[in-house]
């Protein structure tokens, strides 16, 4: 019992740094801009190229674990992280900047595919959703607090401290899962092949969903500091503290996104938070800032935040150890149309026709996720027709 929590606590860590570090340069864009003279396009791309890194090496990670195990897996993503990010701090200039950014984003790809399927193996039954739902939760505890512990950092110790400073929470993770799990013999170490088909209309349809709330999730939160700044003057670390606060209940979201899961299954439950979703990107397009604004910056972070649980659980509980292949498959094609592109692109058109247009990119892939989960609702499309397509 000792052994599968402590692969719990580490791979937490590991996952909350992830998105502490997809969130928090999100966040603070506005330094990086200062301090290395970027154009907003170029600021927008950091973030961008980070998931770029992140999702295009989605599909080889997902065959990774069933060559290294899913403890060396994921104790490489955590190394390998915390190794550029110390790079990017010794080096210090913008071209290795997005070196370091992209190549953190591949370490960080093979997280995923490697520690659900691991704790979906060692969790077990009816819990095994609200398990993975403790895991996620350090998605949400990683971008509430990532923010705020980077925009400290860059304030009292600049940049390239900052990055140092913030490389030795996956130092520990990583080396955790080294040491704890040196002798362990019965641990899950290789993943069974799957030789069955994975992409067909149920899967592609799914993964449409997945961008939409990812898009939601990260996509936003990389252009709206910069909307913040440019559009309503609030200062910088502020933008930072309110981003990272508007995530706090997704730590919350993310056990309930499993529990839920649990409960109700997949598609009732997905269908709320694909919605809500859009409904928070309109706000965010046509509101002013006001009280009301992080709040509804807050409700996005959470219902987007229960998303993830859900598909897991929902993958897990179809595929077992062989969700490591649909979940890097997914996240490959999921991560370049969503959350890569989405910076790029809004940042580009920001500077063209201005933030409110930018915003509408996640508003329009928010409602198409909506409208393809009420599709596969009344189509009785359930969980036998993804793991057939």
């Known amino acids: 019992m000792r052994k599968k929590f402590a692969a719990l606590l580490f791979t937490w860590f590991s996952w909350f740094w992830s998105h502490g570090t997809r ?45 290294t195990g899913y403890r060396n897996a994921a104790a490489a993503a955590a190394l390998g992280s915390a190794a550029f990010m110390l790079a990017a701090a010794l080096l210090d200039n913008r071209f ?34 609200f398990i993975i739902g403790v895991h996620e939760s350090a998605a949400p505890a990683g971008q509430t607090l990532g923010p705020i512990i980077l925009a400290f950092l860059v304030s009292a110790a600049g940049v390239s401290y900052m990055f140092a400073l913030w490389s030795l929470i996956p130092l520990f993770a990583g080396l955790g899962l080294l040491i704890f799990f040196h002798m362990d013999r019965q641990m899950p170490a290789k993943v069974q092949k799957d030789g069955g088909k994975i992409l067909g209309a149920g899967f592609l349809a799914l993964t449409l969903v997945t961008i939409a709330n990812l898009v939601g999730n990260l996509g936003v939160v990389a252009i709206v500091p910069l909307h913040l700044v440019d559009t309503f003057g609030l200062e910088k670390t502020f933008v930072a503290t309110v981003v990272g606060v508007s995530r706090f209940l997704g730590v919350f979201g993310q056990p309930l996104g499993g529990y839920l899961h649990d409960r109700y299954g997949f598609y009732r439950v997905a269908l709320i938070v694909t919605v809500a979703n859009f409904f928070s990107n309109i706000y965010m397009i046509l509101a002013p800032y006001n009280p009301v604004y992080p709040v509804v910056m807050t409700l996005q972070a959470f219902v987007t935040a229960m998303y993830f649980p859900l598909v897991y659980s929902h993958l897990v509980k179809t595929h077992g150890p062989q969700a490591s292949q649909y979940l890097g498959t997914m996240f490959f094609i999921a991560g370049l149309a969503g959350p890569t592109t989405a910076p790029i692109l809004a940042g580009l058109i920001a500077e063209r026709f ?14 198409a996720g909506s409208l393809t989960l009420l599709a596969m609702r009344k189509g009785k499309n359930t969980v036998s027709t993804v793991s057939q397509g």
């Open 23 to 67: 969130v928090g340069i999100s966040a603070i864009t506005p330094f990086l801009r200062q301090r290395y003279s970027l154009s907003t396009p170029e600021t927008a791309a950091v973030p961008g190229i980070l998931n770029l890194g992140f999702y295009s090496f989605a599909v080889l990670a997902g065959r990774i674990p069933a060559k």
């Open 354 to 367: 201005g933030y409110a247009v930018a915003l509408g990119y996640p508003a329009a892939l928010a409602l």
């Open 96 to 129: 290795f900047l997005y070196v370091a950014v992209f190549m953190t984003g591949i370490f960080l790809s093979l997280h995923l595919p490697s520690a659900i399927p691991w704790l979906g193996t060692l969790f077990k039954g009816g819990r095994q959703g």
